[in-house]
């Protein structure tokens, strides 16, 4: 069964760097989605992209975030200066809106130190 | 803004007990409905969905049926195993019409654990 696969599964990291966290959705899917889970909290959206643009983004995904697809299969996270706060579970997940089902990869866990 | 409200957790129960986690939704427009779960480890998968009042998921034993009436979604099953534990989230997302093309909100997660 086709997957959405995530790398790395988990980034450490120094606070003030630049991470990019990588995704391959699965190959027909259309819309792609990145959420994020702090430890003991909710699953919370932070944008979805469609048609090489963010169709939506949530009051998280500031001017730090950024996300992009370069080369139509890869689509990524850009964390430009990371906090403490960005420690997290990232997951990112794709969408062929026909069924409306969202596809999960594994996450990845980001550590800032 | 949509929300959803889970039990609170964290859920114990022993082997082959009945497994109820109350779910409940604020949502504009009419939502789809799902559980996703989590096991140990791993990322979230689909469980089961519904996308219209009445509707009812089912999958691997686990089952849920959309009360438009009583804005809820709670997941059931009849006889739990070991193998079933994991976190379990409701989520909705509005119909892909519309502005907000499908994105998921949660609800906060109930963890189970079932022993022997």
């Known amino acids: 069964e086709p997957e959405v696969t995530q790398t790395p599964s988990h980034q450490v990291t120094q606070m003030g760097q630049e991470v990019i966290l990588r995704c391959v959705p699965i190959s027909n899917h259309l819309y792609f989605y990145w959420y994020r889970q702090i430890l003991g909290q909710k699953v919370e959206f932070l944008v979805s992209?469609?048609?090489?643009?963010?169709?939506?983004k949530s009051e998280i995904f500031d001017d730090q975030f950024s996300v992009e697809r370069p080369d139509g299969s890869n689509f990524t996270l850009k964390i430009r200066s990371t906090k403490l706060e960005d420690s997290a579970m990232y997951f990112c997940?794709?969408?062929?809106?026909?069924?409306?089902?969202?596809?999960f990869g594994a996450g990845t866990r980001l550590s800032v130190l | 803004g949509d929300s959803v409200t889970q039990m609170e957790g964290p859920v114990t129960l022993s082997e082959e007990a009945f497994l109820t986690i109350n779910c409940t939704y604020t949502?504009?427009?009419?939502?789809?409905l799902f559980w996703y779960v989590q096991y140990p480890g791993e990322g979230l998968q689909l469980l089961l969905k519904a996308t219209k009042a009445d509707d009812k998921g089912s999958n691997k034993g686990f089952e849920a049926t959309y009360r438009k009436e009583t804005t809820s979604f709670h997941l059931e099953k009849g006889s739990v195993q070991v193998s079933d534990s994991a976190v379990y989230f409701c989520?909705?997302?509005?119909?892909?019409?519309?502005?907000?093309?499908?994105?998921?909100?949660f609800g906060q997660g109930t963890i189970l654990t079932v022993h022997p």
């Open positions: 989520a909705l997302s509005t119909s892909a019409g519309g502005t907000s093309y499908g994105k998921l909100t």
């Open positions: 992209f469609y048609n090489n643009e963010i169709s939506e």
């Open positions: 997940a794709s969408n062929y809106l026909a069924k409306n089902i969202q596809y």
């Open positions: 949502a504009t427009g009419y939502p789809s």
